[in-house]
T-cell receptor, first 113, second 115 residues
Framework: TQLLEQSPQFLSIQEGENLTVYCNSS?????LQWYRQEPGEGPVLLVT???GGEVKKLKRLTFQFGDARKDSSLHITAAQPGDTGLYLC?????????????WGLGTSLAVNP | EAQVTQNPRYLITVTGKKLTVTCSQN?????MSWYRQDPGLGLRQIYY???????DKGDVPEGYKVSRKEKRNFPLILESPSPNQTSLYFC??????????????FGPGTRLTVL
């Protein structure tokens, strides 16, 4: 069974700090997506990583896909209160059914002013 | 504006009273799905649809029905709601069936309470 484990589950930091959250699996994924969900809203896609070792940057957010395509990380530089939200990773079911995404439980981030 | 809309946003009902949550997308997406989100359990897929008249069960389909008579609409039906269906529900759509690459667009959510 493919699982995506995200850590930490909760993170509360001060504005300006750096942080890294993780999305790990024992299974290989053909790609992984990161979504951010703000309170009271649906998740919104931040990035899709496809190639092992790939690094993508989105302003202060840096996403990395592990070389073996079993894990991914999200690093935020100089966090701001607007970064507060639930960060979810998701990947396709590789067991012959590409129609369903597997979701991690998320990292809930609070950035305090 | 490209979007997924859901109605109602909030609903309080009683056990056994049939209800429908509507979902509509204006992006001509083929793929639509319903999720429920519960603390500690994350997002769990209820049903999905690959296209008109094509639906299939997700991970937690018990107690729910769906239909896809038009490409843009994908209503979620609870024929006899029970308290364990109290949850936050999201409708999502994406361009096609390559889920690993296609962006999922989510609606704003429907918070359902069943008393």
């Amino acid at each position: 069974t493919q699982l995506l484990e995200q850590s930490p589950q909760f993170l509360s930091i001060q504005e300006g700090e750096n942080l890294t959250v993780y999305c790990n699996s024992s299974s290989v994924f053909s790609s992984l997506q990161w979504y951010r969900q703000e309170p009271g809203e649906g998740p919104v896609l931040l990035v899709t990583v496809v190639t092992g070792g790939e690094v993508k940057k989105l302003k202060r957010l840096t996403f990395q896909f592990g070389d073996a395509r079993k894990d991914s990380s999200l690093h935020i530089t100089a966090a701001q209160p607007g970064d507060t939200g639930l960060y979810l990773c998701a990947g396709p079911n590789n067991a012959g059914n590409n129609r369903k995404l597997i979701w991690g439980l998320g990292t809930s981030l609070a950035v305090n002013p | 504006e490209a979007q997924v809309t859901q109605n109602p946003r909030y609903l309080i009902t009683v056990t056994g009273k049939k209800l429908t949550v509507t979902c509509s997308q204006n992006m001509n997406h083929e793929y639509m799905s319903w999720y429920r989100q519960d603390p500690g359990l994350g997002l769990r897929q209820i049903y999905y649809s690959m296209n008109v008249e094509v639906t299939d069960k997700g991970d937690v389909p018990e107690g729910y029905k769906v239909s896809r008579k038009e490409k843009r609409n994908f209503p979620l039906i609870l024929e006899s709601p029970s308290p364990n269906q109290t949850s936050l529900y999201f409708c999502a759509s994406s361009l096609g069936s390559g889920q690993g690459y296609n962006e999922q667009f989510f609606g704003p959510g429907t918070r359902l309470t069943v008393l």
